[in-house]
């Protein structure tokens, strides 16, 4: 992710986590049943409903990253974007790690968004605070 010159390339931060959330979102969305069996929530319709609106919510920001990923990210450049990426991606590893540790029968599957998450928390983390000026500026 980091380069011989240590910047960091974020069309490819952006890539990877519109894809991962984008999967996430869709399947949230046309599978919540299934998938609130497979982690053993309650299969009420009112469960089924939060995780297909999460769904969404997570392929907006699919999309969101998707879009945006050409541009300038970093510094005040795609700002509120990268504190929004990174705003859910910390919060969400705070929860993640508080539900994985305090809570030995959550299925192993739970490790791999934490660490998924805990991934992409530290990137945004390092693109919300790093000057992208030495980077190659797009040509139109």
Same mark, same amino acid.
């Given at each position: 992710i980091l380069s011989k010159k240590k910047e960091m390339n974020t069309r490819l931060v952006m890539t990877i986590s519109a894809l991962f959330l984008g999967i996430i979102g869709i399947s949230l969305t046309f599978l919540p049943n299934e998938i609130s069996v497979y982690i053993g929530i309650s299969s009420a319709i009112s469960f089924k409903l939060v995780l297909q609106i999460l769904g969404a919510l997570l392929f907006g920001f699919a999309m969101l990253n998707w879009m945006i990923k050409e541009g300038i990210i970093g510094g005040i450049?795609?700002?509120?974007? @990268? /504190?929004?990426? +990174?705003?859910?991606? +910390? /919060? !969400? @590893? #705070?929860? #993640? /790690?508080? !539900? @994985? +540790?305090?809570h030995n029968g959550l299925p192993c599957i739970f490790w791999i968004p934490t660490v998924a998450y805990m991934v992409f928390a530290l990137l945004f983390g390092l693109i919300l605070f790093r000057n992208p000026a030495n980077e190659k500026k797009p040509t139109i």
């Open positions: 450049y795609n700002r509120p974007a @990268v /504190i929004a990426n +990174f705003t859910h991606f +910390f /919060i !969400g @590893v #705070l929860a #993640l /790690i508080k !539900g @994985v +540790f305090a």
